[in-house]
């Protein structure tokens, strides 16, 4: 199940626009997960996934020729071992990039509408969503801010906790009052 986001084409526009700042920057999201294959293929298959589709054919995307690795390292009590890479990597990765993105794009069109704030919502259904998040759903944030603060920690939790974390749902979109 795929993040639900309601996406026109002025939507992808400015996702397009984030996602192009990230390629010239060169900072597109290095995950440990993907394989050499799915680290070069990436930003292209973001790119196709913002221009015509959904997290949910990236994560069908990623989960093909052998885009993920098989196994990841990880440490229990200080002592470092390899492990399976969880069943839903693909998704996970796949719905957290997207939705930055998408995040992004709707700061980015609010400012550009003149708007000022975007406001928080649930994007994805989850069995047991942190107290955090549930507090946080329609509440305002400045889109300024929150547009830096995501650009400026690449594939890493944001100062302002948007998004929510892996597999939170947690995103952010323009005011519905202010949606055209």
């Known amino acids: 199940m795929g993040l639900l986001l309601d996406i026109d084409e002025v939507d992808r526009r400015f996702m397009l626009e984030e996602l192009s700042r990230d390629v010239t920057e060169g900072r597109i999201y290095p995950s440990p997960r993907l394989s050499p294959t799915g680290t070069a293929d990436f930003p292209g298959l ?3 996934a913002v221009a015509e589709h959904d997290d949910t054919w990236l994560a069908e995307q990623l989960n093909s020729r052998g885009r993920l690795r098989t196994h990841e390292m990880s440490q229990r ?3 470092p071992y390899q492990k399976t890479l969880p069943w ?4 996970t990765l796949a719905e957290g ?4 993105l998408y995040i992004r794009g709707q700061c980015l069109r609010a400012l550009h509408e003149g708007a000022t ?3 928080i919502f649930r994007a994805k259904a989850v069995m047991d969503p942190r107290p955090d998040s549930e507090f946080r759903i329609g509440t305002a944030v400045d889109a300024g801010q929150l547009l ?3 650009r400026n920690h690449v594939g890493l939790d944001t100062a302002l906790r948007v998004p ?3 597999n939170s749902g947690i995103s952010a979109r323009l005011a519905r009052v202010a949606r055209r």
């Not at 990039?97 to 930055?100: L, P, V, Y």
Request: glycine share 18%.
């Open 88 to 91: 839903n990597a693909a998704e």
């Open 77 to 79: 009590k200080g002592v």
């Open 117 to 119: 704030e975007v406001e």
């Open 148 to 150: 830096g603060d995501i």
């Open 164 to 166: 929510g974390g892996p």
């Open 97 to 100: 990039e997207f939705n930055r």
């Open 46 to 48: 973001l790119r196709e």
